[in-house]
């Protein structure tokens, strides 16, 4: 009765050894709860499996084969030309909206200089603050 109590299978039960008449006299369910709360009453910690070995060979096997020489294909293969590209023009876009959101770029400035990020004109952030610092001597 104790087991179902506790969810657990026989040989996990134990009995306190001072209470074991205490333990005999207990014949209905709601005697068995009182023990159980008393402490008289408790089911043993399940054994389990060790991970550790698991753990281990798991970290060996993500470190291995990272390195350079690992590596075939270009370094577009990895991390795609398309990828790459959207990563470069988000970035040169989130310049030009700060700056515009600054006031250091007019809307048509804004413009130009955006549809020349996305056109492939400006590559670089160094190449687009050039084009703007020279926008901006020859006005």
């Known amino acids: 009765m104790a087991?179902?109590?506790?969810?657990?299978?026989?040989?996990?039960?134990?009995?306190?050894?001072?209470?074991?008449?205490?333990?005999?006299?207990?014949?209905?369910?709601?005697?068995?709860?009182?023990?159980i709360r008393a402490g008289d009453i408790w089911a043993e910690q399940k054994k389990g499996i060790s991970g550790g070995r698991k753990k281990l060979s798991k970290?060996?096997?993500?470190?291995?084969?990272?390195?350079?020489?690992?590596?075939?294909g270009r370094d577009s293969t990895r991390t795609p030309r398309k990828r790459s590209w959207v990563n470069q023009v988000r970035h040169l876009r989130g310049y030009l909206k700060l700056m515009k959101k600054r006031g250091e770029l007019s809307?048509?400035?804004?413009?130009?200089?955006?549809?020349?990020?996305?056109?492939?004109?400006?590559?670089?952030?160094?190449?687009?603050?050039?084009?703007?610092?020279?926008?901006?001597?020859?006005?």
């Open 107 to 139: 809307p048509v400035e804004f413009k130009r200089f955006y549809l020349k990020v996305k056109g492939g004109d400006v590559r670089t952030l160094r190449r687009l603050k050039e084009l703007i610092a020279e926008a901006k001597s020859g006005r």
């Open 59 to 72: 970290e060996k096997r993500s470190r291995r084969g990272r390195g350079p020489g690992s590596k075939s």
């Open 3 to 35: 087991a179902k109590l506790l969810k657990a299978g026989t040989t996990r039960v134990r009995f306190h050894t001072d209470s074991l008449d205490r333990v005999s006299d207990a014949v209905t369910r709601d005697d068995m709860r009182k023990l």
